[in-house]
């Protein structure tokens, strides 16, 4: 079984920033496309940002230009680095990873981490 182990969330004031990990427990394992998912208070998890194993990346329209994800393929180490943070941006944050042959799309086969909290104060 693999796991996920997301660090790197904390209470940071508006225009701060902070930097997310996201690491596989087997540096092993063959993994495709990795992504951030957040989640606020009643709302419901949205997808942040997505990179695939060639590089390629999508983010949301409300991060964009503020926030860059990245990897290290040869450790399974996901990144999320947030910039220009905003209130709004509160929320548990969520690594998922897709293994290989496996399409993104196809949620139920993905690994998932426990959430880390990001604070943004006013």
């Known amino acids: 079984q693999v796991q996920l182990v997301e660090s790197g969330g904390g209470l940071v004031q508006a225009g701060g920033s902070l930097r997310l990990s996201c690491a596989a427990s087997?540096?092993?394992?063959?993994?495709?496309?990795m992504g951030w998912y957040r989640q606020a208070p009643g709302k419901e998890r949205e997808l942040v940002a997505r990179?695939?194993?060639?590089?390629?990346?999508i983010y949301a329209d409300s991060v964009q230009g503020r926030f860059t994800i990245s990897r290290d393929s040869a450790k399974n180490t996901l990144y999320l680095q947030m910039n220009s943070l905003k209130p709004e941006d509160t929320a548990v944050y969520y690594c998922?990873?897709?293994?290989?042959?496996?399409?993104?799309?196809?949620?139920?086969?993905?690994?998932w981490g426990q959430g880390t909290q990001v604070t943004v104060s006013s």
């Open positions: 998922s990873a897709s293994p290989c042959g496996s399409s993104w799309y196809q949620i139920y086969n993905r690994y």
């Open positions: 990179i695939t194993s060639t590089g390629s990346t």
């Open positions: 087997r540096d092993t394992i063959c993994i495709s496309a």
